[in-house]
T-cell receptor
């Protein structure tokens, strides 16, 4: 049981490039979310999903797209990377109820 | 033990003392409140949760208190150990769509 798996762990992009951060969970969780964490700050919600085929925006969705074609996968796409998107990105999943969400180990993204 | 009445970003605790970390929340419609621990370079890890219809819940060395009147949440750690050094976040889950929102973190440093 791997939990929540994020790839890659590290990535450097040039301004204007696009890329997809991968997130997969093997716990059959309905709910999945993407967060970004900037130095000295908390986690801010980018996008979330309450089930396959259903997504919605969080606090900071601009510049990011998501889709949820399967229960297991919830990729985050950066359309045109900007230095302001330099951050650590966390994916999380939950079955609902107590215990909240299980988090992946994060992707550290640098945009130069 | 060491405690703070209001939320402070840092807390220094003597090993063996009790710690109290405070958090204010904003959403009265939240169904669950959760404390997460984040160690350097890792994703947030679930510590304990409390449902909105409860005012106290105990775990192993940890106790969470919920005061809905003043929208205040606290985490008490008994006999603080060096392994408790981390950033602690409170979070709340909205009941209608299970969206997880984080509060400000508190960095706990345990002095030997």
């Amino acid at each position: 049981n791997a939990g929540v798996t994020q790839t890659p762990k590290f990535q450097v992009l040039k301004t204007g490039q696009s890329m997809t951060l991968q997130c997969a969970q093997d716990m059959n969780h309905e709910y999945m979310s993407w967060y970004r964490q900037d130095p000295g700050m908390g986690l801010r919600l980018i996008h979330y999903s309450v089930g396959a085929g259903i997504t919605d925006q969080g606090e900071v969705p601009n510049g990011y797209n998501v889709s949820r074609s399967t229960t297991e996968d919830f990729p985050l796409r950066l359309l045109s990377a900007a230095p302001s998107q330099t951050s650590v990105y966390f994916c999380a999943s939950s079955s609902g109820g107590g215990r909240g969400y299980t988090f992946g180990s994060g992707t550290r993204l640098t945009v130069v | 033990g060491e405690s703070v009445g209001l939320h402070l970003p840092t807390l220094s605790v003597q090993e063996g003392d009790n710690s109290i970390i405070n958090c204010a929340y904003s959403n009265s419609a939240s169904d669950y409140f959760i404390w997460y621990k984040q160690e350097s370079g890792k994703g947030p890890q679930f510590i304990i949760d409390i449902r909105s219809n409860m005012d106290k819940r105990q775990g192993q060395r940890v106790t969470v208190l919920l005061n809905k009147t003043v929208k205040h949440l606290s985490l008490q750690i008994a006999a603080t150990q060096p392994g408790d050094s981390a950033v602690y976040f409170c979070a709340e889950i909205r009941s209608n769509d299970y969206k997880l929102s984080f509060g400000a973190g508190t960095t706990v440093t345990v002095r030997a």
